[in-house]
């Protein structure tokens, strides 16, 4: 009988089988792998901070994820399939492994944060023009 995600514990095992399923996936594994060339020692911690953070109000996250996936954004960009396919599986997974509120609750900040996210990596900045 699945649960619901209750503390860091949950935490760390909805991270570590999301990022083994995206590692896995042919269109967005190559991104991590190949072109970020993801420390996965490094990375994983700061998801687990982070996914506590959003999901439990902890303050355990420092960093700035938007200027990480802008500069990724610049080796390649970064367009809707691979944000559609990372939100399918990131939901994919947590219904996987959980259900109840908190489970609901992270996949709504998900697909939040990878909109938002989508929109300001994909929005043409207005162009200025010197006269």
């Known amino acids: 009988m699945k649960k619901d995600i209750n503390d860091r514990n ?26 970020a060339k993801v420390n996965w020692e490094h990375h994983l911690p700061k998801m687990y901070d982070f996914w506590e953070s959003i999901l ?23 367009q809707t399939e691979a944000f559609d396919t990372w939100k399918n599986l990131f939901y994919n997974t947590v219904d996987d492994l ?25 929005s043409a900045p207005p162009k200025i023009r010197i006269v």
């Open 10 to 35: 949950d935490i760390v095992l909805l991270v570590d089988t999301f990022y083994q399923n995206v590692s896995l996936n042919k269109a967005i594994g190559p991104i991590f792998t190949d072109v």
């Open 56 to 78: 439990f109000g902890m303050a355990t996250y420092k960093g700035n994820p938007m200027l990480t996936h802008f500069a990724l954004n610049e080796k390649t960009p970064l």
């Open 98 to 122: 959980f259900t109840g509120p908190n489970a609901e609750l992270i996949k709504q900040k998900a697909q939040s944060i990878a909109d938002l996210m989508h929109y300001k990596i994909n």
